[in-house]
């Protein structure tokens, strides 16, 4: 993984925690498990790090709602 992929990876943990009011660590548990990162952040990151961080969260929320994990 790249240097700019694992920092686009924290900003977005950061992100997600604070719309969601959760702690970034609880929100990494969630991606973690879910396989958000690995299936997603990461493999996508070419894509995903030119749009706007609101529209990348709402795609998180997508992909774990998808996958019936609540935040």
């Keep these: ?3 700019d992929c ?3 990876i924290i900003y977005m943990l950061h992100a997600c925690a604070e719309k969601w009011s959760l702690f970034p660590s609880a929100v990494y548990k969630k991606l973690k498990e879910s396989g958000c ?3 997603l952040l990461i493999p996508y990151y070419d894509a995903l ?10 795609d998180i929320e997508d992909y774990l709602s998808a996958r019936g994990i609540a935040v």
């Design 49 to 58: 790090h030119t749009q706007g961080t609101g529209y990348i969260v709402g």
């Design 37 to 39: 990162i690995d299936q």
């Design 1 to 3: 993984m790249s240097k």
């Design 6 to 8: 694992f920092e686009f």
